[in-house]
Nanobody, 126 residues
């Protein structure tokens, strides 16, 4: 429903960092919870992070928690994903989307999505 564009992907060595950005294409993300997912070669899509419209409540998958940080810049209506301590297994196409449904329990979100963007490639290789 809300077209988005991902950017910031690239090639990085293990242990390195990368910052991805998600912005609306012809719309604004301010009113939506926004999430990131990824799909590696031969793997199923994995939702890895979500942030509420207020920029406070979040969700992280166990695979990225402690290494990735999702945030939003409301002045630009963008959502970012800061990735640290990258591993080879983090190699994937990373997607973002506005949430179609979100539940909140004590600050921990459960987000659902309908339309992911085209994605940005992240390759972690020595």
């Amino acid at each position: 429903q809300v077209p988005v564009v991902e950017s910031g992907g690239g090639l990085v060595q293990p242990g390195g960092s990368l910052r991805l950005s998600c912005e609306a294409s012809g719309a604004r993300l301010d009113a939506y919870a926004v999430g990131w997912s990824r799909q590696g070669p031969g793997k199923e899509r994995e939702e890895i992070a979500c942030i509420g419209s207020g920029g406070k409540n979040t969700y992280y998958s166990d695979s990225v928690k402690g290494r990735f940080t999702i945030s939003r810049d409301k002045t630009k209506s963008t959502v970012n994903l800061q990735m640290e301590s990258l591993k080879v297994e983090d190699t994937a196409v990373y997607y973002c989307a506005a949430a179609s449904f979100v539940r909140n329990f004590g600050g921990s979100l459960s987000c659902s999505f309908d339309s992911w963007g085209q994605g940005t490639q992240v390759t972690v290789s020595p």
